[in-house]
Nanobody, 125 residues
Framework: QFQFVESGGGSVQTGGSLRLACTAA????????VGWFRQAPGKVREGVSC???????YYADSVKGRFTISRNNAESTVYLQMNNLEPDDTATYYC???????????????????WGEGTQVTVSS
């Protein structure tokens, strides 16, 4: 059972940057595909970026070239560096994980059981 903890959200202006972090209390994420999802008010939750245990990554088209996902296995932490933020990036960001599942499946099919409480990202114009 996972207890995900997301951190790093905040309020920035258009063009700003934030770095989100995802850890799992008492559990190593190193062998898991970890995904960042987001949900804006009135919209469905969508996959933003995912990273496999072998380092393979996936990005939604809307964030390609602006967001970078990475993992620090020594810290068992997955980061999402978000640059050149836009108002449409405003949402609550969540992380989740699935054991060794392909990144595109995690990010586009969903179906994960455990989710964190999320961290709010607000981008103003």
């Amino acid at each position: 059972q996972f207890q995900f903890v997301e951190s790093g959200g905040g309020s920035v202006q258009t063009g700003g940057s934030l770095r989100l972090a995802c850890t799992a209390a008492g559990k190593s994420l190193n062998s898991y595909t970890v995904g960042w999802f987001r949900q804006a008010p009135g919209k469905v939750r969508e996959g933003v970026s995912c990273i496999h245990g072998d380092g393979t990554t996936y990005y939604a088209d809307s964030v390609k070239g602006r967001f970078t996902i990475s993992r620090n296995n020594a810290e068992s932490t997955v980061y999402l560096q978000m640059n050149n933020l836009e108002p449409d990036d405003t949402a609550t960001y969540y992380c989740t994980a699935e054991y060794m599942r392909p990144v595109q499946q995690v990010c586009t099919k969903g179906g994960m059981t455990y989710w964190g409480e999320g961290t709010q990202v607000t981008v103003s114009s």
